[in-house]
């Protein structure tokens, strides 16, 4: 559901200190452990939850499921409030006036807050096995995990199969990013005017993007105690490797489904787009003339026989330690992650979603059933079985490691650094080396 995401800037450090954390006013003894910071819930809870979600379809689905919970739980109800989290927020936790009882959060950001949240680990105790390792990984501070994982976006290879069919490519022998680059040039040599793989302009997505490439090679842009890792083999490899698509012409640079974008897809101008599995979006609301053309593959590996997929995004619910009832909220997202009825709801057929929710796939283990998809094929995609080929892709990620609070931040030094590079006025070394210093002079040195 990353369909329009924000560009907001969030500094851990402006949150760091701004109240005593252990006050916890509105949480009773029995959530709280000696330690002052871990959830503890109940046998028997009840009464109301603030909950927040984002607006738009995801609200009006978890609507939804809401109804089903109140009716297995009806000592507790839920308030479901729609909200622009990342303008509200942070103001809201420093201030500690009507904080909610649950959030709904994009990874990325959670380290930003942690001191402000629950450690949902002895919560989460019973189902943390069965959790895919890369969502509990990234949500992991120092030995304790602050959100509750939601979804799984899985790195995926899009390609327009049509065009590709019509030049002779053959999707089936892109193994590598190497393979990758030889199959753009192929490409490029039957439709001159192409650039066929896309590079992201937008300097979030971008740093997102980046972080995709990452993962499948277990690596992150921090280490697990939060320190920059940038200057390492692997960020040379991947960022050689966009500069090589870039010098080489190979590259539609363009933000991702901007009209530039867009136009570039349905003009088969630009025919692979390693993205994450909610590029789906695309074909299924945006394009018109290809529509029905495209595919989806693993990734390329880096290296042949590794991993073919990295984890781009991704969200999952946290608990303010200033709400009122914390144990209500995580029984609700208990129930819409661990429970059936409650995962059914989202991803399977709703209102909202005739088909399931296709742009992402739960981060539970049980749920990923290859014979029980929770959402089915769709012309757009030529009926393809996309939940096949994502719930596989899912179990290849590597381990996670957690997002440090200065993730965000980054976007203005490593993000921005990328796009110089496309203009030509870094090299990859240059991005490694300034992004590392500007992230540690800007960003840690400061928390």
Same mark, same amino acid.
């Given at each position: +559901?990353?369909?329009?995401?924000?560009?907001?800037?969030?500094?851990?450090?402006?949150?760091?200190?701004?109240?005593?954390?252990?006050?916890?006013?509105?949480?009773?003894?029995?959530?709280? /452990?000696?330690?002052?910071?871990?959830?503890?819930?109940p046998d028997e809870v009840s009464g109301s939850a603030v909950i927040w979600s984002r607006s738009g379809d995801l609200f009006n689905v978890f609507d939804e499921a809401i109804q089903k919970f109140e009716q297995k739980y009806p000592d507790i109800e839920i308030d479901h409030q729609a909200v622009d989290i990342d303008a509200k927020l942070q103001n809201t936790l420093i201030t500690g006036t009507d904080v909610p009882d649950g959030v709904f959060l994009d990874d990325a950001k959670i380290g930003a807050y942690r001191d402000f949240l629950w450690n949902v680990s002895d919560a989460l105790g019973p189902y943390s096995s069965d959790i895919l390792e890369q969502k509990i990984g990234v949500n992991t501070i120092d030995g304790k995990v602050y959100?509750?994982?939601?979804?799984?976006?899985?790195?995926?290879?899009?390609?327009?199969?049509?065009?590709?069919?019509?030049?002779?490519?053959?999707?089936?022998?892109?193994?590598?990013y190497d393979d990758?680059?030889?199959?753009?040039?192929?490409? #490029?040599?039957?439709?001159?005017?192409?650039?066929?793989?896309?590079?992201?302009?937008?300097?979030?997505?971008?740093?997102?993007?980046?972080? +995709?490439?990452?993962s499948q090679l277990g690596t992150a842009l921090a280490d #697990?105690?939060?320190?920059?890792?940038? /200057?390492?083999?692997?960020?040379?490899?991947?960022?050689?490797?966009?500069?090589?698509?870039?010098?080489?012409?190979?590259?539609t640079r363009a933000e991702y489904l901007s009209p530039s974008d867009v136009g570039a897809l349905d003009d088969e101008l630009q025919v692979f787009y390693p993205w994450a599995i909610w590029f789906d979006f695309a074909p299924q609301q945006q394009l018109t003339k290809t529509k029905g053309n495209w595919r989806a593959m693993p990734l390329p590996a880096w290296e042949e026989g590794g991993p073919r997929s990295g984890a781009m995004g991704g969200s999952s619910?946290?608990?303010?330690?200033?709400?009122?009832?914390?144990?209500?909220?995580?029984?609700?997202?208990?129930?819409?992650?661990?429970?059936?009825?409650?995962?059914q709801t989202v991803w399977g057929p709703n209102s909202v979603y005739p088909n399931g929710l296709n742009t992402s796939i739960p981060a539970y283990k049980p749920a990923l059933d290859a014979e029980k998809p929770l959402f089915k094929p769709f012309p757009e995609m030529g009926n393809q079985d996309l939940w096949g080929i994502a719930i596989e892709a899912a179990s290849e990620?590597?381990?996670?490691?957690?997002?440090?609070a200065w993730w965000t931040g980054a976007v203005d030094f490593?993000?921005?650094?990328?796009?110089?590079?496309? /203009?030509?006025d870094m090299t990859p070394q240059d991005v490694i080396a300034e992004s590392s210093e500007e992230i540690q002079k800007n960003l840690i040195d400061r928390e």
């Open positions: +559901m990353k369909r329009n995401p924000r560009w907001s800037r969030l500094l851990g450090g402006l949150l760091v200190g701004a109240f005593s954390l252990t006050a916890c006013s509105g949480q009773s003894s029995d959530e709280m /452990d000696s330690s002052g910071d871990s959830l503890s819930v959100g509750i994982p939601f979804d799984s976006n899985p790195g995926l290879l899009f390609y327009n199969e049509a065009a590709l069919t019509r030049a002779g490519v053959d999707p089936s022998e892109i193994v590598t990758l680059i030889v199959a753009a040039e192929k490409y #490029q040599a039957e439709v001159p005017e192409a650039k066929p793989i896309h590079l992201e302009q937008a300097p979030f997505l971008a740093q997102l993007q980046l972080d +995709m490439y990452a #697990q105690d939060g320190n920059v890792q940038l /200057d390492s083999p692997e960020f040379e490899k991947i960022l050689g490797f966009l500069n090589e698509v870039n010098e080489k012409g190979l590259g619910f946290v608990l303010p330690r200033e709400g009122k009832n914390s144990a209500a909220a995580f029984k609700f997202y208990e129930f819409l992650m661990f429970d059936a009825d409650g995962y990620i590597p381990e996670g490691t957690p997002i440090p490593l993000g921005n650094n990328l796009q110089k590079m496309y /203009d030509g």
